[in-house]
């Protein structure tokens, strides 16, 4: 019925967090970057996704595989977004 956490998958999770630690910390030096709020909202559908992949072992697997998926999506559209917009083209 459950599965077992992959050890790569909470890695993953450990370190998003981290990273989110560095964006809150830094936040005002992140502010200099052009277009640093869809920069940030893609890191942020990355956290969701990489959240969703270990909620998914434990509870509804099938939503959460879903929402997983939906939130890489939305963290490569902003990304591709932000560097658009950020690009000299």
Known sequence: M???IEPIELIS???CIAVLGFVIWNRS???RIPNSIS???SFLFFLIACFMTVIETFLFSDIANLIEHLSYL???????????RTSKW
């Open 2 to 4: 459950f599965e077992q």
């Open 13 to 15: 999770l450990i370190s």
């Open 29 to 31: 030096m992140l502010a």
């Open 39 to 41: 920069l940030i909202l």
């Open 74 to 84: 939305a963290c490569s559209i902003s990304f591709l977004a932000w560097y658009y």
